[in-house]
Structure formats: C-alpha cells, structure tokens
C-alpha cells in the first residue's frame, strides 16, 4: 500500500480515537464538556448529549473509510471534506459567533484549529497517495471513479 494513503489511515484513526473521547464524555459526562470549555453548565444537556451521539455515528463512517480507503474513494474524501466543513463552523463561531451562539466564542477556536489541521492533512495525503482515478476532480466525479 502506498505511504501516503498508509498515514491517512493513521491520521484518520487519530482523529476517530479523539471524537470518540468527545462523543463518549458529551453522552455520559455532559459537565465535564461544559467545565473544560469554560462554558456555563445548563440544566438541560440533551444538545450536547445528541452532539457526542452524533460523533459515533461520524467515526463509523470513517472507519470504514479507513478500512477500505481504495475501496470507497469517495468516503475516503469525505472525511477529508467534513473535517473542513467541521473547522468553517467553529471558525465562524469563534469569530462572528451568530446568533450569540456561546458566551465563549473563542472557546470553539481550538476545535476549529484542530478539524482544520486535520482536513488539509488527510486531503493533502489523499491526493498525494491516490492514483489519479481516485483523486477529487470533477473529470472523475463525472465518469464516476469516486
């Protein structure tokens, strides 16, 4: 297997162990989330809890990206594609915070800077490791090689 797509994996794994930690603390430990990003604890942490649920169910898509990254080319971006669509949101919270989303935006800029690391890192070595078939272009999206 080629070293470039060999480090994805490791790199997709990484990120899959530090969403579960997030996932596994926002379900059982809600507070725990709240205190260590300094925000006010709510009564309610239904969101929180339904945000960690929802990281489980990201990472399972990943790993079968991981799993089989030549085999589902295109899921093997998309992981690449949801971790910088991932930092765009903490990005825009940490900076612009709509809708007076937290009463700590900044907070969120840690996340931001981690999925976007993350996202150029895994595109980088998906192009860089990937035959030219299964690279992100709209040539291949077309001829439906993704």
Same mark, same amino acid.
């Given at each position: 297997?080629?070293? =470039? ?14 969403? $579960? ?6 379900? =059982? ?30 990472? $399972? ?10 085999? =589902? ?60 078939? =299964? ?12």
């Amino acid at each position: 297997m080629n070293p =470039y797509i060999r480090w994805w994996i490791r790199i997709v794994w990484f990120g899959i162990f530090a969403n $579960m930690s997030f996932a596994v603390t926002a379900l =059982y430990a809600p507070q725990r989330i709240q205190d260590g990003l300094g925000l006010r604890r709510l009564v309610s942490t239904v969101w929180l809890r339904n945000v960690g649920m929802l990281l489980v169910l990201v990472s $399972m898509f990943n790993a079968g990206a991981a799993r089989a990254p030549y085999r =589902y080319p295109l899921y093997a971006w998309l992981v690449a594609i949801a971790r910088l669509i991932a930092s765009f949101f903490f990005f825009r919270v940490a900076f612009f915070n709509p809708q007076s989303s937290s009463e700590r935006p900044r907070t969120f800029l840690t996340l931001g800077i981690f999925d976007l690391t993350m996202g150029l890192i895994c595109g980088l070595l998906l192009y860089l490791g990937f035959p030219d078939e =299964y690279r992100l272009s709209l040539k291949n999206f077309k001829r439906g090689t993704l």
